[in-house]
């Protein structure tokens, strides 16, 4: 099912007539892909801007020992990698790859340029997203500084639950593996030690935080 445009960052307080007409304006590809599709590849030029149009994507990063680790999934609608295209070291800081039968739309640099010129809510949103994304970035910075799993663990949880105590998890423990680069059943050992340190109650799930104070101790450590 096709996104609906408008509720992309880079659009945001345009309506879908004007974001049709804006793109009429523009010289640019729609292109389509079957899953598992290389997308763009880890330090390939970035000089377009990439947005989904329908379906979704994930980020893997290829570390120096081969391995690869998940960084983020991205569904329709979505830009990837915007804070790269005007930058010194242009590169596709990951390999993006299709995990859905997708379509995508791919603006050169030189016409997003224009539309920038066309509409300025399109430039200041623009500037918006690369803020909002450097932003993740130290997070996610923030989240593999940590050396042992039961810290990512406890990180990732406090983020998650914000100012609640009960919440459900967006991500099964296959993709938090994926996320913080170690084995599955290394995750479900984590979860159990914080579950018999009395910190946090898992059901499928749905996890419901016992003692707050320890889980930030818990990513302390």
Do not use: W
């Not at 639950?161 to 984590?190: C, I, M, W, Y």
């Not at 159990?192 to 910190?199: A, K, S, T």
């Amino acid at each position: 099912m096709q996104a609906d445009l408008s509720l992309l960052p880079l659009f945001r307080g345009l309506s879908t007539e004007e974001i049709e007409e804006l793109l009429s304006k523009l010289v640019f590809q729609r292109k389509s892909y079957p899953p598992g599709s290389l997308i763009a590849s880890q330090g390939e030029e970035c000089n377009r801007l990439l947005i989904i149009e329908e379906g979704a994507v994930k980020g893997e990063m290829i570390g120096p020992s081969g391995k690869s680790l998940k960084i983020e999934d991205m569904l329709a609608p979505t830009a990837l990698a915007p804070a790269f295209i005007f930058g010194k070291q242009n590169k596709f800081p990951v390999n993006v790859l299709s995990t859905s039968p997708m379509k995508l739309i791919v603006i050169p640099r030189n016409e997003l340029l224009k539309m920038f010129g066309l509409d300025a809510r399109v430039l200041q949103n623009f500037l918006s997203m690369i803020s909002s994304r450097a932003q993740f970035l130290s997070e996610k910075l923030r989240l593999h500084s940590f050396k042992s799993l039961k810290s990512k663990l406890a990180f990732y949880l406090i983020n998650e639950a914000g100012n609640k105590t009960s919440f459900k998890l967006k991500h099964s423990q296959n993709e938090l593996a994926d996320l913080f680069g170690v084995a599955r059943p290394s995750v479900g050992r984590a979860f159990l030690h914080l579950q018999n340190e009395g910190i946090i109650d898992i059901r499928y799930k749905q996890v419901e935080i016992r003692n707050v104070t320890k889980l930030h101790d818990a990513y302390s450590d």
